[in-house]
């Protein structure tokens, strides 16, 4: 599995390095103030693939940040509510194929 992992890995760099390769033109970007700045193709469209790409990255973290929040919230009233009362949960034994059923 790592080796196909690592193959897949080389080929996506292959084939990024060609697309830069043949892609090697600069474009004109007007920006504000009558200003014009030549930018490389490839280095464009990986700068607009970041500015898609971060704001997801930062907003995925903060949902995982604040759903372990929760979580452990609810662990520590869990474990509160469990140290309180004193009882725990009565542990069932597994069915298994040699258990008779009670008739």
């Not at 992992?5 to 084939?15: E, N, Q, S, V, Y």
């Not at 140290?83 to 069932?92: I, K």
Request: charged letters at 10%; aromatic letters at 10%; one cysteine or more.
């Amino acid at each position: 599995m790592q080796f196909l992992k690592m193959l897949f890995w080389c080929l996506l760099a292959f084939l990024a390095a060609a697309f830069t390769l043949g892609n090697w033109t600069t474009v004109p970007i007007r920006l504000v103030g009558g200003l014009v700045a030549d930018v490389n193709l490839p280095l464009l469209l990986f700068l607009t693939f970041l500015l898609g790409l971060v704001p997801t990255l930062i907003w995925q973290h903060a949902a995982r940040w604040r759903l372990r929040q929760r979580l452990s919230a609810a662990e520590r009233s869990l474990a509160a509510v469990s140290a309180e009362t004193g009882a725990y949960a009565p542990v069932v034994p597994p069915v298994t194929a040699t258990t008779q059923p009670l008739v």
